[in-house]
């Protein structure tokens, strides 16, 4: 949350401020996010009960601002019942993404496979009154990237 004023008065004099708190643009937020989540630091008790340390070899210790975690990230590449994971093999994936939807992130680096699909669909759909829709059939053609 940052704060906003704004003046009010005759000719641009501030006469009256008017204050608010307003949440930054949605991006912002996730782009300082996804910066915390990256330097997140793993912790453990220490033997007071009370504080947090870090493990391994951490350059400095976690800050309040830091995002902490106590246990690695189940990996979601595979397929886990205990998780709830289903993984991501057979999952359609962009093969010329570079970004998350990319094959080679959301495949695990295993591979994908291109795959044409054909199929019929309704198109060309008219509405007659009353209260009939008639459509014709159309084939389709669709590339489609599957992970191994």
């Not at 009370?50 to 800050?63: A, F």
């Amino acid at each position: 949350m940052r704060v906003e004023c704004k003046c009010h008065g005759l000719s641009g004099s501030c006469t009256l401020r008017t204050c608010w708190k307003k949440m930054a643009p949605f991006r912002e937020v996730g782009d300082r996010l996804l910066q915390r989540f990256n330097g997140a630091s793993k912790v453990m008790g220490a033997n007071d009960g009370k504080t947090l340390m870090p493990v391994g070899l951490s350059i400095k210790p976690p800050d309040r601002q830091d995002l902490i975690y106590s246990a690695e990230s189940p990996d979601f590449c595979l397929a886990d019942r205990k998780t709830g994971s289903l993984g991501t093999r057979g999952r359609a994936c962009n093969s010329t993404a570079m970004d998350v939807s990319g094959c080679d992130l959301l495949c695990c680096e295993r591979g994908h496979r291109d795959q044409t699909l054909e199929f019929q669909e309704n198109c060309l759909c008219r509405f007659h009154w009353c209260c009939v829709v008639q459509c014709k059939k159309c084939s389709v053609r669709r590339e489609l990237s599957l992970c191994h």
